[in-house]
DNA sequence: AATGTGTCAGTGGACGGACCAATCTGCCGC
DNA sequence: GCGGCAGATTGGTCCGTCCACTGACACATT
């Protein structure tokens, strides 16, 4: 039984440690703090911003497990990297306007781990995939939508690539695209369709042949984003220059 | 003045919010939690864990702010998503072996972006590469590396791609990426070779020449891992199904 | 004078308890 | 059976306290 989770949000909600956070990120921005510097004490920062130093800590946990600062023990905090102060993938992703910038992204990334996967992968990838596709075919043959066996192919296909950084950034994305992946396989005949071009992929990958498996993907892909509602017209270069 | 941050820590410096998203994540793992399903309530599991409410609340708003968990006042903490639990981007990124894969990793966002950038710049965003250029070469002139101009530069770039969600990955892979940087930069004649490969690509850009752009980054960053220590072998794939 | 050493103020790390606020649950009266 | 109220649950925040690490300064030693 899945819990209603996000929609319905009871409105005002407001995450104290979440809008510390972003005052940080202005007080990076407006003291014009440079990399390396030292942050105020985190007493005094709790003082200024009147909050709790529990509160504040909260915050500064978050961000510097995001990387944005380093608090040194006895030492003080410091400012590790400015650009893009705040702001967290996940949360970039979970817009709705974002869905198009979200699959062009999937579609590189995914194509090319593809690619990866028909040079670097191993027999227990390959055993992965084909028993994903097993559970996908099942569930299709009882009549439902195969999203487990599709979700866990594409994450083997992506642990084949064997490059950690990439497969990161995907499972990042995973939330967004799962929901791509439901609205596809949703309509008529989709799933059969779908488990198709899984078994093309699958097939390029075992002849390790890279260049077809990028294009089986591509065509999967592209056959799935078709179904996600809006084209995509990206802005015009212009050529005032 | 650089503050030197990473080498030689203190040793078995731990903290103990991290531990404790370590262990929430075996917790999920070993209870085989479902997605939507509910923690134990916070003074619980602060009580079963042995530690104070404040630092679990770390650990919790860290997971929460990474989008692996959801906590409702009132109502309890609950699971999101449990692929990579745990684990984030820039932490994977800062381990030296990493190197190989983040290289790949860069050369396939950046081309893309090149590429991406090259059909929709917009005016300001090629104002922006060219005073990146400008200051690059006024650096480089002065006898200096161009360290700055190069990332506002590769900055523009992505920003002229027009898609948040890679910009924002590349932007996590930043700080590996300069680090590259200043090793390839090191080197005698670098700077100048180097300034001439941002001037191809800006050059293609400006033209609205995709593949072009596509073609000049691709070279620029290859000659730059290059310099970058060890080529990397991928590991071959395995005959033996 | 140069160097080593001890001390101490500053700062982050963690705890426990208290109280507030939102939510959930179940009982009670209608 | 249903609606609503009240208490229990559970997260949200704060406060004060104490510990551990760091760095700088004063002082002693050579």
Redesign the interface.
């Known amino acids: 039984?899945?819990?209603d989770?996000?929609p319905l949000r009871?409105l005002g909600?407001t995450?104290l440690?979440?809008d510390l956070?972003e005052r940080l990120g202005e007080f990076v921005i407006r003291t014009n703090l440079e990399?390396?510097a030292r942050f105020p004490p985190e007493r005094e920062l709790a003082t200024r911003l009147g909050v709790s130093r529990?509160s504040l800590?909260?915050?500064l946990?978050?961000l510097?497990?995001?990387?944005f600062i380093?608090v040194r023990?006895g030492g003080g905090v410091?400012l590790?990297?400015s650009?893009?102060f705040g702001?967290?993938?996940?949360?970039?992703?979970e817009r709705r306007a974002?869905l198009p910038?979200?699959l062009?992204?999937r579609e590189?990334?995914e194509v090319?781990l593809a690619e990866?996967a028909?040079?670097?992968?191993?027999?227990p990838d390959?055993a992965s995939m084909r028993s994903a596709l097993a559970a996908m075919e099942a569930d299709v043959d009882a009549g439902g939508l195969g999203v487990a066996g599709d979700s866990a192919f594409h994450?083997a296909v992506h642990r084949a690539g064997?490059?950690?950084?990439?497969e990161?950034?995907i499972?990042?994305?995973?939330?967004a695209i799962h929901e791509t992946r439901l609205e596809s396989l949703s309509e008529p005949n989709r799933p059969r369709a779908s488990l198709e071009a899984h078994r093309r992929i699958l097939d390029a990958i075992?002849s390790?042949d890279s260049g077809r498996a990028a294009e089986a993907m591509r065509a999967h892909l592209r056959q799935v984003s078709d179904v996600a509602l809006l084209r995509w017209e990206?802005?015009?270069?212009?050529?005032?220059?």
């Open positions: 039984m899945r819990v989770t996000s009871p909600r995450r440690y979440e956070v990399v390396g529990a800590r909260q915050a946990a978050v510097e497990a995001q990387g380093e023990h410091f590790r990297r650009r893009g702001g967290v993938l996940h949360k970039l992703v974002r910038e979200v062009e992204a590189l990334l090319r990866l028909a040079t670097r992968r191993s027999a390959l994450h064997k490059n950690k950084v990439l990161h950034v499972d990042g994305l995973a939330e075992e390790t990206p802005p015009l270069a212009s050529d005032d220059d």
